[in-house]
């Protein structure tokens, strides 16, 4: 990427240079406004015929009849900006938006730019944000209400919060700001800054062209307005980038963001010098545990000590044996300034069991104890600490000889930096969110003529954080826990008051669904790290209390064993799994319908930097079709990375929401989250690292529609719900990190279909992993994982 931006900035350079007219701008640097709207009229102007002028607004807009393959641009012919300052008033709706400066032309027929964005969400925290359209992993430099610097080795660092987190509303006119000179790059909504970033990395834009997004995905429309510009150098700059600093100084963050203030001097203490360092092994593996300890000298009298330490993705802590607290996600730390009373004079220890369930890992903790002879002392996080994969005996101890723990250690950065920030702190410096979990109906945004009811939240400590969710034969809900707190059974009752909800623990000693169906008069229990079970009520008291092993793959962690479906004729059940687990055994298979795979790569692969299914060869995820009479597995489709659902619409063909590995994003074999018809006999390309093969590989198959990054979860069509005819063909597709469920309306075309996504549901936080649709015909779904808090909704 840093050698082509350049050669697409030279091109973008050349396009605009062959227009001039009444609204090219000014080279001179005298920092006058020139309006770039006439209000009339797209001159000076440049996109596809998805834009247009109407009441004298320039007006972007999709439909589901004619959507936008990718995002595109409207871009200004007037010359490229460097140091300018651009004001203008906009509202959106439907999806998200942005103002594109400093860019390059990426594809100049489909007008689209790569470049920074304020962008234009509907999510708060997202809403002014800068995010770097097309330039590789940076994506969100800053989000909404961050004051962010980036240093000359790419190291990002949360310095500080803006703003004042005062609610704004997309389809309203709110005015955007951006002032840039130099590297400080300012965005402002109505006057009140939303991003603030001093920006050294090596790949940073020093000028470029200037566009207005129009998204791809569901249907939208955006409306300019009121759009000036003027070019600022010199002293003009540093005077307007001086006087845009000064004027917040009487802005204050809403008290109801700041953290409490029983919690509010350890976020300090944290944050102070010497900060700690965010560590993992060198050689990291997804889904793995880690086992760290520090042993340290304590003074020998202790006045107080308080405790900060968190862990991407779980933590479980002891001081000298005595457990302390667990962090079930790393927004959401361990905070403790009682654990002077753990403490002793002389040697000490601190353990911890961590848990990578993912993606990026690494663990952060700072002790700071105050007292004297010594002088105090602080326990940081750095690559000192003694780690291990596997506990022993006596670890927690300080007295444990750790000689043997030589695992490498690799330090991500000081306390701060990205992504964490300062993680778990309810600001948007920090990592996790500021809104009640499981989030209100109110704060849930549906579709029109719907409505999202929370039925149930689910107590943690008891029943866990759901992330399976089926019906059994009498159209009763079954939940499964992620971790080991069991499976549950679900009664919905109607009642004057509203609906009353029944949950009761089912006695089978089964927990880590990550799939589930009822067929053959069983439950089919899909164990993350187990086989598949055969669930049944074996002495007739209507609870469920057997668990079989059935023949299947042992995958574990998020790429591990996944979906359950019963198959179009009623006989077999579908399986699948993700790219991190084997095929079943070979005694348990029965065939094969996909013919053969290998890793047929014509270049030399480029295996993930950061180790992720360093080794993962072809099949990749796969489904199979299981019978319960013989035990045995048909080989279905192959060649997913992480698909975690099935469904089958009406005409019994099976449809996946596939994930994408966000590392890639800006490499030209990254593939975004896309849902997939999925074949008999076929292989979708997925090769680890650079390997995977592109949509136009004739021995693959491409999407029916991509849906961009994101976390894919539960899939489930609306056969049986009471929604509009539309509706219930739709195919519903969760997106865990986005919090967003799409309903992806499917038409047969040709052999095949083509697919059309619509934003249903959203919300933040709102941690989507399952849907079903239930016997009254609502849509159920469930939110939680990775720890979070569960909370189970439907929406009719």
Same mark, same amino acid.
């Given at each position: 990427?840093?050698? +082509?931006?350049?050669?697409? &900035? ?8 062959? &227009? ?52 595109? &641009? ?135 062209? !200037? ?32 006087? @845009? ?44 545990? !880690? ?64 848990? +990578? ?196 793959? +042992? ?68 489904? @199979? ?16 990375? +992480? ?42 390309? =997925? ?5 995977? =093969? ?37 195919? &519903? ?64």
């Amino acid at each position: 990427m840093k050698k +082509n931006i350049p050669l697409l &900035f030279s091109f973008a350079a050349a396009v605009v240079a062959t &227009f001039s007219g009444p609204f090219a701008a000014a080279q001179d640097g005298a920092g006058e406004f020139q309006s770039l709207f006439d209000g009339g009229s797209l001159d000076g102007w440049k996109g596809l015929d998805f834009w247009s002028v109407s009441d004298g607004v320039i007006v972007g807009e999709t439909t589901a009849e004619k959507p936008t393959s990718g995002n595109t &641009f409207l871009v200004w012919q007037g010359g490229e900006v460097a140091d300018f300052e651009f004001v203008c008033q906009v509202r959106f709706k439907g999806n998200n938006s942005g103002v594109q400066y400093r860019s390059g032309t990426v594809d100049a027929e489909k007008f689209v730019l790569a470049g920074y964005q304020a962008d234009l969400h509907p999510k708060p925290e997202y809403f002014g944000m800068l995010y770097g359209e097309k330039m590789g992993k940076r994506g969100i430099i800053a989000q909404r209400g961050q004051r962010v610097e980036i240093a000359a080795d790419g190291a990002v660092k949360v310095v500080g919060q803006v703003g004042d987190g005062a609610t704004l509303a997309e389809w309203e006119w709110n005015e955007l700001r951006i002032v840039a000179v130099g590297n400080r790059l300012i965005h402002l909504v109505n006057g009140v800054v939303t991003a603030d970033v001093t920006d050294e990395h090596p790949e940073k834009l020093a000028k470029g062209v !200037l566009g207005l997004q129009l998204h791809a995905g569901p249907p939208m429309r955006v409306e300019f307005k009121d759009l000036k510009l003027r070019q600022l150098s010199g002293d003009t700059g540093k005077a307007v980038l001086q006087k @845009t600093l000064d004027s917040q100084a009487s802005v204050r963050p809403k008290a109801a963001m700041e953290p409490a203030s029983g919690t509010a001097a350890i976020y300090e203490m944290a944050s102070a010098d010497p900060p700690p360092s965010w560590i993992w092994r060198a050689d990291k593996t997804d889904n793995e545990p !880690l086992f760290f300890r520090k042993t340290f000298d304590a003074p020998s009298k202790i006045a107080k000590a308080a405790l900060y330490a968190t862990c991407d993705n779980f933590l479980e802590l002891w001081i000298n044996g005595e457990r302390v607290g667990e962090a079930p996600d790393w927004g959401n730390p361990i905070l403790r300034d009682d654990v002077a009373a753990l403490l002793k004079p002389g040697r000490n220890v601190v353990a911890a069991r961590c848990q +990578n369930r993912g993606g990026v890992a690494a663990f952060v903790l700072k002790l700071a104890i105050d007292g004297v002879a010594p002088e105090p002392g602080i326990v940081l996080t750095d690559e000192t600490w003694k780690t291990s994969p596997a506990e022993a005996e006596g670890w927690k101890t300080a007295a444990f000889d750790d000689s043997g723990w030589t695992t490498k250690l690799k330090n991500f950065g000081k306390f701060g930096v990205g992504p964490w920030g300062v993680a778990g702190k309810r600001t948007p410096s920090g990592g996790a969110p500021a809104k009640k979990s499981p989030l209100e109906p109110g704060d849930i945004t549906v579709a029109e003529g719907f409505k999202v009811e929370l039925l149930h939240t689910v107590p943690k400590d008891e029943q866990g954080s759901w992330v399976s969710l089926t019906k059994d034969g009498q159209g009763r809900l079954l939940a499964s826990d992620q971790g080991d707190k069991g499976l549950y059974r679900v009664s919905v009752a109607e009642s004057a008051s509203g609906p009353k909800v029944t949950v009761e623990k089912m006695p089978a000693e089964i927990s880590g669904a990550h799939g589930m169906v009822w067929a053959f008069d069983a439950l089919w229990f899909h164990r993350s790290g187990g086989p598949l079970y055969r669930v049944t009520d074996s002495n007739g008291d209507g609870r469920l209390d057997k668990a079989e092993e059935m023949p299947a793959s +042992n995958g574990g962690g998020e790429h591990g064993n996944h979906a359950v479906i019963v198959t179009e004729d009623g006989g077999r059940i579908y399986v699948d799994a993700g790219n991190h687990t084997n095929l079943p055994p070979d005694e348990a298979m029965a065939g094969s319908r996909v013919t053969t795979w290998d890793e047929d790569l014509l270049l030399p692969r480029q295996w993930d930097a950061r180790g992720h299914a360093r080794g993962r060869l072809a099949p990749g995820g796969w489904v @199979t079709r299981f019978d319960p009479e013989t035990r045995k597995h048909e080989l279905y489709c192959v060649g997913f990375r +992480n698909e975690y659902d099935i469904a089958l619409n009406r005409n019994d063909d099976l449809f996946t929401y596939d994930a994408d590995m966000e590392w890639d994003m800006g490499m030209p074999w990254y593939r975004p989250t896309r849902i997939c018809l999925a074949q008999s006999g076929a292989d979708f390309g =997925w090769r680890s690292g650079s390997g995977k =093969w592109p949509d136009y590989y004739e021995d693959s198959l491409p999407a029916l529609v991509d849906i961009g990054p994101g976390s894919p979860t539960g899939v489930v069509f609306g056969i049986g719900s009471k929604f509009p005819p539309r509706y219930q063909d739709a195919l &519903f597709a969760l997106d865990w990190t986005f919090g967003t469920i799409y309903a992806i309306h499917i038409t047969p075309e040709g052999a095949g279909y083509v697919a059309t996504p619509e934003e249903f549901v959203s919300g933040a936080p709102l941690p989507l992993t399952d849907a079903i649709v239930g016997l009254d015909g609502a849509l159920y779904f469930t939110t939680g994982g990775r720890g979070t808090q569960s909370g189970l909704y439907r929406v009719t």
